[in-house]
């Protein structure tokens, strides 16, 4: 009877323990909103995606790197080359078959607040032709905080 009580009693103390420290560990959770595509060539594309980024613990996630990456329908992942805030300002300047500029291009040092939800662009360059990027499996933003987690959003 001891025995029993005993385990209940560090049943519960780890239980509270746990509970308490949770917002504690850094996560993000996402999604992607919009995948939008534009040809440059016969052999290269532009990806834009736009996403929503939660982070639900006490801490800020501060991001290191950003990637975005291509799962085609047979063959190994393709990752982009990153497009940089200026470069995707001017795209959606001058290239109109994007349509608009709806969110803030994500970059390296961006702060993602505790118990923020935020709304971020990103945009690679692919040497894939816009039918090929069409046909793929799925496509996924990887980000990465200063202290090496990832969180990954997958379309």
């Not at 005993?6 to 509970?19: N, S, W």
């Not at 919009?34 to 980024?53: G, T």
């Not at 300047?93 to 994007?98: P, Q, R």
């Amino acid at each position: 009877m001891f025995l029993a009580i005993g385990l209940a009693v560090v049943g519960l103390g780890l239980y509270v323990l746990l509970y308490s420290t949770k917002g504690s560990h850094l996560e993000l959770k996402g999604e992607i909103l919009k995948v939008r595509v534009l040809s440059l060539n016969d052999k290269a594309s532009l990806v834009m995606l736009d996403f929503r980024a939660t982070n639900p613990s006490d801490l800020r996630w501060v991001i290191k790197t950003v990637q975005i990456i291509i799962d085609p329908p047979q063959g190994d992942p393709i990752e982009g080359a990153i497009i940089s805030k200026a470069d995707v300002d001017n795209v959606f300047k001058y290239e109109k078959l994007l349509g608009p500029k709806y969110n803030d291009v994500v970059s390296i040092k961006d702060l993602i607040p505790a118990h923020k939800t935020v709304d971020r662009m990103a945009g690679a360059r692919f040497e894939l032709p816009e039918s090929e990027i069409d046909k793929r499996k799925s496509i996924r933003l990887r980000i990465e905080e200063l202290d090496g987690i990832i969180a990954e959003f997958v379309k």
